[in-house]
């Protein structure tokens, strides 16, 4: 079988009398709105709520996200604006679909991101134990995360908060990344990004070790976490606090030495840890086969550098062996609607510690990126008038207003 490579993705002249056709206008945000009927309230958040809807010209059934907006003291939410501008931006069958956008309200402010509907997640396939996974199931689903993360990647955008509650599951069976809230671009190399992001039990090691620089790896571990969650049926590494998630890595990984990650005791947050040997995948993923094994120890290798990217996951042997992934149309699904809040509803606490940060400090990049700040001159505070008309502005630049 070859191997499991990722799938694809006028001017006009000018009149004499330059007379504008209304027609060439960007829709209003009350246009836009009136496009979509809202059909029953599927789930509410702390800060969203989901609604089905329909498209009145198409006819098609999506979902209409409505995000509760968290002003900073620049009145302005950058989770939500971030999920916005990377969804604007990726266009992949493995990347969830965002069809439109637009703002409402105004003594509540709040920004509606309508997106494809979709019904489940890969964690309420994995808690279902009335579905058999089969090894040709698990691998199609990683098939599917694998090829719309080697596009993410390519397109310069690290997601950082990867797990199986943010995999979605379209009723064709498709997987879809979804929640950018805490993606960015990735950046110049030497860069200091925030380690406050990713939710714990999917945390690489660098991260938790207090890291500020680092690239797609952090990604890439939180691939295997949830390649080894869909063979165990069982979150892989469950710690309670940032330190015991590094003694339980370190118990089920070995304690890294400074051959396997060069450097990493320089880290902020290194300390003398308890030494425990390298375990045996095998022992505990006593089905998987070879290949398996091989690319589960590759995304969970301690130095970033060396652990597998997208792209290579996609050309490694796992995906040229038998079994062939199952068609995403065969993929098994739960056997009655799962009763629950809907799955477009974070439940990300990094994420929502952010966002309230943020409406306290003025600041949603985080610990850490939100330091950078603090060499810049302050700003003065803007006042109600100042903070619309900012809002404005970038609803404008967004193209939701």
Not at 53 to 73: C, F, G, M, P, Y
Not at 185 to 212: D, F, H, I
Not at 347 to 367: H, I, N, P, Q
Request: hydrophobic share 40%.
């Amino acid at each position: 079988m070859a191997a499991v490579a990722s799938q694809p993705s006028g001017s006009a002249s000018s009149s004499s009398n330059a007379v504008a056709s209304t027609s060439a206008l960007p829709p209003t945000a009350s246009t836009t709105r009136a496009r979509y009927a809202k059909l029953a309230k599927v789930g509410e958040g702390t800060y969203a709520s989901v609604f089905l809807a329909r498209d009145l010209a198409t006819n098609e059934k999506l979902a209409i996200k409505k995000i509760k907006i968290v002003s900073s003291a620049d009145g302005l939410d950058m989770t939500a604006l971030r999920e916005v501008q990377f969804l604007r931006e990726l266009r992949h069958p493995n990347v969830i679909r965002l069809v439109d956008v637009f703002s409402s309200g105004s003594a509540t402010p709040s920004l509606n991101l309508v997106l494809e509907f979709l019904d489940t997640n890969l964690e309420a396939l994995i808690k279902d134990r009335s579905i058999l996974f089969r090894p040709e199931d698990i691998k199609s689903w990683m098939a599917m995360l694998c090829r719309g993360l080697e596009y993410t990647h390519r397109n310069g955008c690290l997601h950082r908060d990867l797990k199986p509650n943010n995999l979605l599951i379209a009723p064709s069976g498709e997987l879809k990344i979804a929640d950018f809230g805490l993606a960015r671009g990735a950046g110049e190399p030497g860069q200091k990004m925030s380690n406050q992001v990713v939710t714990r039990w999917y945390r690489s090691p660098e991260l938790l070790l207090g890291a500020r620089h680092y690239g797609y790896g952090v990604d890439m571990w939180a691939v295997g976490c949830i390649f080894a969650e869909l063979h165990l049926r069982l979150p892989y590494l469950p710690g309670e606090s940032d330190l015991e998630q590094l003694t339980v890595v370190f118990r089920a990984l070995g304690t890294p030495t400074e051959k396997e990650w060069l450097k990493h005791k320089s880290l902020p947050h290194y300390m003398n840890f308890e030494q425990h040997p390298k375990q045996d995948l095998s022992q505990l993923f006593s089905a998987a086969s070879p290949d398996t094994l091989d690319m589960l120890a590759k995304l969970l290798l301690y130095d970033p550098m060396r652990r597998l990217s997208a792209h290579g996951c996609l050309h490694h042997a796992y995906f040229r062996t038998a079994p062939s992934p199952t068609p995403f149309a065969d993929l098994p699904r739960h056997a009655a609607a799962v009763p629950a809040g809907h799955v477009l509803l974070s439940d990300s606490e990094t994420k929502d510690s952010r966002r309230r940060a943020g409406a306290v400090s003025g600041g949603l990049a985080g610990e850490g990126e939100a330091a950078e700040e603090k060499t810049r001159p302050k700003k003065r505070a803007l006042d109600e008038k100042e903070r619309d008309e900012q809002r404005r502005r970038i609803a404008r630049k967004l193209a939701f207003e």
